[in-house]
């Protein structure tokens, strides 16, 4: 359940030490969200603050919380991360945090690179619950924020699933039902699993690639997405 700012603040019992407010800040290049919005999720685990578009300033007060780990194996580098595409004119970060400043989930956008990358409204999403806020709902809530934005449909928008970066035995599920999991997250945002031969993804099975494709993207930018998605210089091993 999400509360607005004001009905928590003037909750004595939480007893939380909550986080000053930030000014909006502009759109991030091609992106054009709803500038920096702030929610309070009450959990069973406790009280969040949830944040789109967040400022570097505001990342730099933050630590990850241990649980946090998942794409740099320590959480002090998923924050360094974490805080190189707040500091990005085209970047949007999205946290959930505690009143005690520990980052406990995240949702990023950035531009589309590697294999992918040579189209500016190409974007990336990845996200992250901490290992120890899971089964609350927050990955949810992590999208709805990241993906609040007024020119989503001008956009393709990746969501790219490496099992090596996943927590199997930790939520004890095999890869391909973490798989699954991660597909039915995408499905409620029109999020679509695309056929590739794109060599990171190809090299496991359980490996999915999830795409957003919307419904005004241009011609070139559809196009140049198929183009990645099947190169032919990647069908010579076939």
Request: glycine share 6%.
């Amino acid at each position: 359940m999400i509360y607005n700012e004001k009905l928590l603040s003037d909750d004595k019992a939480t007893g939380a030490e909550l986080m000053p407010a930030y000014p909006g800040i502009e759109a991030r290049g091609i992106l054009r969200g709803r500038t920096s919005r702030s929610t309070f999720i009450a959990t069973s685990a406790g009280p969040l603050q949830l944040r789109s578009f967040c400022p570097p300033v505001l990342v730099e007060r933050l630590h990850a919380d241990n649980g946090l780990r998942a794409f740099a194996r320590l959480p002090e580098r998923e924050h360094a991360l974490l805080l190189q595409l707040a500091q990005r004119p085209d970047s949007a970060v999205t946290l959930a945090y505690t009143p005690t400043r520990e980052i406990v989930g995240q949702a990023t956008l950035a531009p589309a690179d590697g294999s992918w990358g040579g189209n500016d409204y190409i974007y990336e999403i990845a996200i992250e619950v901490s290992s120890t806020w899971r089964r609350l709902g927050l990955a949810r809530h992590l999208l709805n924020a990241a993906l609040s934005l007024y020119n989503l449909e001008d956009l393709v928008i990746l969501a790219i699933g490496l099992s090596w970066h996943w927590d199997t035995e930790g939520l004890d599920l095999t890869r391909f039902d973490y798989r699954q999991l991660i597909a039915r997250l995408l499905a409620a945002h029109a999020f679509v699993e695309y056929a590739t031969t794109e060599a990171n993804i190809t090299m496991d099975p359980a490996n999915i690639l999830l795409a957003r494709i919307g419904q005004h993207a241009n011609v070139a930018t559809v196009n140049h997405f198929f183009d990645c998605m099947l190169r032919l210089d990647d069908l010579s091993g076939l």
